[in-house]
């Protein structure tokens, strides 16, 4: 009897070269337009201590009460696979003492995150995102740089149909208020509401805005908003978010039932949608979180993030970046591998990007695989010579074995305009 196939587990995927050149992408251009605005790079592990979350994230959040990937080590500590970013940075901020750094301190990310959720289209139980925090700052000046960061990097990359939705939540003092408020409205209208959002009228009304169900969602839409209850610091916070964004030319939407399904959010909050994605529209998202660092043991210290999902960005990009041409590609017209082996590698020593045939084709079908490739030489090993042959005009010319990397970097090199 054979054995059974092994699979990925459920909710998670195999990058394979090819959708990897893409992702590569994304990356690079993310870091480059992080590092040229002043963040570093950080890198937190892919586990932390399960209260870290509990506290974090908050206990009556999707993500705390039914996503989290939690087991017990051998030395019996509870742990669980990190469903987010901004916690786990905010723990490091505290535990490497960078209160004591100038401020504020300008992070960035990106790596494995881990949700159990029910997988569909651009939701995965494994899944990666890209994130950026500045703490030790409530400026909105800082919500708006990166608020104008994730748009870049979005638009960058060709998504320019992302809508912005922008809000605030105010501060815990006037979002107890509002709370207060919200509660009284969703008891009258108890009996159309579903019972997830009945049973959470007390511990966490704001999510009544999230919920799928239709007669929630019909009593929602006439539900008081927090916008309407923000005090004055907190208005005029939002208003100087909004000046900038109006001054950078990003346009936004104040949606005032926009809440996120994490508890530390203070004031700004807000969230990339891409309609085009269906069902799990959320490009990328974040806000600031005033009071996070001190709620997990550390001075208190303002912060503002946001982290997008990788893969959601991927299923967003219209195009696939075009594959990387190579410059050479090394033909053994005598069938003597090894010494192709030894020319290809002296020409990827010399920083071309080179392709042999490893599966010993005659020199026909090398010539083929050379076209193919869209290479722009083919270096062709004959014995006691090299043929050198611009496949773009065809041109062949004999060359000696040890000056083919200077001849084809010569050759690829820019015109160079004479010196004066
Ligand atoms: P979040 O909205 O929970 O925020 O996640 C950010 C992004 O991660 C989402 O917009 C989405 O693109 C992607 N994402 C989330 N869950 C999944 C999933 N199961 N599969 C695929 N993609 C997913 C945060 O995580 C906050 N830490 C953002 C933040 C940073 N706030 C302040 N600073």
Partial sequence: MSASRQQAPKGTFDVLPGSERQ??????????????????????????????????????????????????????RSLTLRPEGTAPICRAYVEHGMHKLPQPVKLWYQGPFFRYERPQEGRFRQFNQIGAEALGTDSPVADAELIVLLDELLRGLGIEDAELRLSSLGTPESRAAYREELRAYLREHEGELSDDVRSRIDSNPLRAFDADHEGTRAVMAAAPTMLDSLDEPDAEHLAAVRRMLDAAGVPYRLDGTLVRGLDYYTRTVFEFTCERLGAQSGIGGGGRYDGLVEQLGG?????????????????????????????????????????????????????????????????????????????????????GAVQLRDMESGEQRSIAEDEVAAEITAALAPQQAPAR
Avoid: C, N
């Fill in 23 to 76: 992702r590569e992408l994304v990356f690079t251009h993310g870091a480059e337009l992080l590092e040229a605005a002043g963040y570093g790079r950080i890198e937190t592990p892919t586990f932390e201590d399960t209260t870290l979350f509990e506290r974090g994230v908050g206990e009556s959040t999707d993500i705390v009460r039914k996503e989290m990937f939690t087991f017990t080590d051998q030395g019996g």
């Fill in 299 to 383: 001075p208190a210290t303002p912060g503002v993030g946001w982290a997008a999902g990788i893969e959601r960005i991927l299923l967003a990009m219209r195009e696939a970046p075009p594959e990387r041409v190579p410059d050479a590609f090394v033909v053994a017209a005598d069938g003597d591998l090894e010494r192709a082996f030894g020319v290809a590698l002296g020409l990827r020593r010399a920083r071309l990007a080179t392709r042999t045939d490893l599966a010993g084709r005659a020199f026909k079908g090398q010539m083929k695989q050379a076209d193919r490739s869209g290479a722009r030489f083919a270096v062709i090993l004959e014995e």
